[in-house]
Structures are given as structure tokens and as C-alpha cells.
């Protein structure tokens, strides 16, 4: 059983940068496919960043170049760097994991919540 918790979110002005990290439980971390999804207010949620369990990275076009998503295997954690933050950059942001070739099924933190407002 995988569970997930994130931490890190805050207030922080335009053009500030925060880390979020998702600690998971559990004894399969290096086989799980990590992903950051976000939600802002009367919006659907939105994925942001993955990490593959082969380190293989994408990210959306809005967060492209200013976010970095990345994996410590040994602390089981994951972390999302976000750089040059816009106050459309403000949403409650998800921690997301599964590795469907050995049977784990979509897991979810409770959300963290990202303010950016100067």
C-alpha cells in the first residue's frame, strides 16, 4: 500500500520560488511513476510534471522551463521545484503515483496549497 505526503506549499510573491516534496510509504518507490497535478479554484485539475521510474521527465507548456520535477529513491521522495512563479501559478498541488506493471493503481496526496500574490 503506497501512501503519499506533501508538503512545502506557502505564500510566496511573483517571481519567488518555492519546493514542494512528496514523501511516499511503502517498499516499491523506485518502480512508481510520479506525477504533480495542480487545481486552482473552479478549474480541473491540471497535470504539471512526471518523472518516469526510468527518471524520464515531461512537463505542461505552462510550467515549462521554470519547473523542475525530480526523484531521490533513496529518502523516497519526490520534489517540484517551481522557479519564476505567476500568481496563475496558484493552486492546491497534488502529489500522484502509480506503476500499473506491478499492480498499483493511481495514489493520491492530499494536496498542498500554492499562493502566489505579492
Known amino acids: 500500500q503506497v501512501q503519499l505526503v506533501e508538503s512545502g506549499g506557502g505564500l510566496v510573491p511573483p517571481g519567488g520560488s518555492l519546493r514542494l516534496s512528496c514523501v511516499a510509504s511503502?517498499?516499491?518507490?523506485?518502480?512508481?511513476?510520479l506525477r504533480w497535478y495542480r487545481q486552482a479554484p473552479g478549474k480541473q485539475r491540471e497535470l504539471v510534471a512526471t518523472?518516469?521510474?526510468?527518471?524520464?521527465?515531461t512537463y505542461s507548456d505552462s510550467v515549462k522551463g521554470r519547473f523542475t520535477i525530480s526523484r531521490d529513491n533513496a529518502k523516497s521522495t519526490v520534489y517540484l521545484q517551481m522557479n519564476s512563479l505567476k500568481p496563475e501559478d496558484t493552486a492546491v498541488y497534488y502529489c500522484?503515483?502509480?506503476?500499473?506493471?506491478?499492480?498499483?493503481?493511481?495514489?493520491w496526496g492530499e494536496g498542498t496549497q500554492v499562493t502566489v500574490s505579492s
Open positions: 518523472i518516469t521510474n526510468t527518471d524520464i521527465t
Open positions: 500522484n503515483a502509480n506503476a500499473p506493471w506491478v499492480g498499483v493503481r493511481d495514489v
Open positions: 511503502g517498499r516499491i518507490f523506485r518502480q512508481l511513476r
